[in-house]
């Protein structure tokens, strides 16, 4: 059972608050890493505020985070090579203590300017981009790397599995130039309702990672957007299904309660806390919780 | 010497293992240390003991075809930068990245992001990425030409300081501390100087000697002056390869030492393949024809490097075998043999010409070629008065002592083929 729990978004409008959003992320990782849970850094829409590269933010959180990092990445933002590279380097660094949830995006910018017109159905490139960023994780096996000094050979090439995918958006020819032990490489999230490559999918099927909403009081839950009627707020907690997975008003307890019933195969949680304090909620949260696996791979 | 004011500034390029094609069979070097994070955070450490500058990462978006023969790089830079700077807190971090195959948007937010979390130490050296095998991993089908690639490198330049200055639409990154990241450019060909004339504040060259450096100066002074800058905006840094010992013949049996580590499929597979030509065949003993290249217009790889490979040849007239080891499978730039103190001279004699503002340094073998730069050299440069003994300013741009400007312009979108 995995559980993933969302770094709420926060303003970076300068350098301090870049920092205070950095600081935050470290402290909610190391609550989460006590527990085997994962942080997601999430990625705004394209024509979302000003953020932090989810990658940037794991490479300088990768000096101290004990626990799982999970990036969001927007495929209509990111050519699959470029993902590709910053994901192994990163499942290098920490090591293989790392996940990419990808979002159905179209294709981006780089990649757009050489496929012509965008194909129509952005999930099925979301298929095909989930199937060559496996292909790439796959491509320079570790154990390519031979460093044989006196025969003055570093690398065997014929160890490399170049990508060599055509397909009808992407064409990626290449292995990656970071090499990685194939047991470490990056989980890959998607959502359930398309059928590719993931390792862990989110949404409603079975075995999928619920969705959840957390709003650990009414006034959370109003800041948010999020109406509630007066018959609710006279008997919270509150836990009711949306389009979007489940949604729970109420303490950590009643979080807690509905995650072991609802979410049984594990959770993408998102409280409606600031990221100044998912760290003091998740040390309140967790502890109620099973301990959970960790990220988990297909074989 | 004349008297020049001010300092040098000087930067670590941890081009891997080191600047020759056989660094990493250097003894006592782990051969797969290049793979190894602790690598580069132990040089980046060294490095903000020592003052530097910055630390300067290289890169292409493609896994290198000589990787039988020497490391790559092994780590994507961003994310390599980032951890850096998780690690230091003063030096400046130079990451290479290419403006073929990043979006300007997207690349602006993700650099922004490593300025704002770094206090201001981000520097951007935009490459244009040549070779039909990076390409082919961005889905084209071959090469855009050399002008192609200088036009495209130059809007999606214009487009990334634009967007820091957040001049069009919503702002995709805070603000920078140092008012944006700093540019820095590399490539000395045509279309090389116009680009970086008109947006580089840092300039990486491969000047051989102080002629080409002096000229090169000159060439990018009257760039820069077409596109209304003044010669102090910019800051030139020669490439340096440094072979350091404690004795000159101990200096120069180590750079023997590293010609002969040079794998030799390695050496001639890449000078053929730089220089367009196949040199599978040729005897190594032959002395290589005057003749053997021809106008630079044929050069499809670097022009950069494609003219110094003729400047050698012109001058030394060497045997294929001599070229090889003159270029040492390093990248073709100067490469300076001797102690600590003949070291320090060199660099102060180009820095007093006026051909250097400073140096990209390029140590042979990594990483004890650069501890004994950072050991030895630096402070001879130090006691001259030559090279900061303490940090002062907070930011790269502070560091070199690059006015705080916001040249940026109104951009439109990018033509949509690419």
Known sequence: MTLIVELPAAAVSDAASARAVAESALAAAGAAAEHGVALLLPEPPLDGAAHLDPSVLAGLLSASATGSLVLEADTGRHAPYNLARRIQSLARILPGRIGVLLRAGGLDPVTAAAAGPERADADAALVEYATVLRALQRSFPQEALLGDREAGLLADSSKLAPAAHRGESYAVAGALNVPLDPALRAAVFGPDHVDGPFDQRIGRAAGSLRRVLWAPDPTAADRAGIVLDAAQRESLPLVTTTDDGLLVVGDATALAEALERHAPDGALLRPLVSAGRLAVVLRELLPLLPRREPLRRAA | ?418
Request: cysteine-free; overall charge negative.
């Open chain 2, 1 to 418: 010497m004349t008297e020049r004011s001010g300092q040098l500034h000087i930067n670590v390029n941890i081009l891997n293992a080191g600047v020759f094609g056989g660094s990493w069979r250097f003894p006592g070097h782990d051969p797969l240390g290049a793979y190894d994070l602790e690598h580069y955070l132990g040089i980046a450490r060294k490095a903000e003991q020592a003052k530097l500058d910055a630390v300067f990462l290289a890169d292409g978006p493609v896994v290198e075809g000589d990787l039988a023969y020497r490391p790559g790089n092994g780590f994507e830079p961003s994310v390599l930068l980032a951890r850096i700077a998780a690690e230091t807190s003063r030096i400046g971090l130079i990451g290479t990245f290419s403006s073929s195959y990043n979006d300007a948007d997207e690349l602006a937010a993700r650099l922004g992001a490593i300025d704002a979390l770094s206090g201001g130490r981000l520097g951007w050296n935009v490459v244009t990425t040549a070779g039909a095998r990076a390409a082919a991993n961005f889905g084209r089908g071959g090469e855009p030409d050399h002008g192609a690639r200088y036009r495209r490198a130059a809007e999606v330049t214009a487009r990334v300081v634009s967007g820091w200055a957040h001049h069009h639409g919503a702002p995709v990154t805070p603000h920078s501390p140092q008012g944006r990241p700093v540019v820095v450019q590399a490539g000395a060909s045509k279309d090389g100087v116009g680009l970086a004339g008109e947006h580089a504040e840092v300039i990486f060259t491969a000047a051989q000697t102080l002629e080409e450096g002096l000229a090169f100066r000159a060439a990018i002074d009257a760039s820069a002056a077409g596109f209304g800058r003044r010669p102090e905006e910019i800051v030139i840094l020669p490439g340096v390869s440094t072979v350091i010992a404690p004795t000159e013949a101990e200096a120069a049996e180590r750079r023997a030492l590293l010609a002969d580590l040079v794998p030799a499929p390695y050496a001639l597979g890449r000078l053929g393949g730089q220089l367009g030509i196949d040199l599978s065949t040729v005897d190594l003993d032959e002395r290589v024809p005057l003749d053997l290249l021809g106008p630079l217009e044929h050069a499809n790889g670097s022009q950069t490097f494609y003219t110094l490979v003729v400047g050698i040849v012109r001058r030394e007239q060497p045997t294929y075998r001599e070229l090889l080891r003159h270029l040492g499978g390093g990248a073709g730039h100067r490469i300076v043999v001797g102690t600590p103190e003949q070291v320090a001279d060199d660099l102060e004699r180009w820095w007093r010409s006026g051909a250097a503002d400073g140096f990209n340094v390029m140590p042979d073998a990594l990483p004890t070629g650069f501890d004994d730069f950072a050991d030895q050299v630096i402070p001879i440069l130090q006691r001259r008065g030559l090279f900061r003994t303490e940090y002062e300013g907070r930011t790269l741009r502070e560091l070199l002592d690059l006015p705080a400007l916001d040249r940026a312009r109104q951009q439109p979108a990018l033509a949509a083929a690419w």
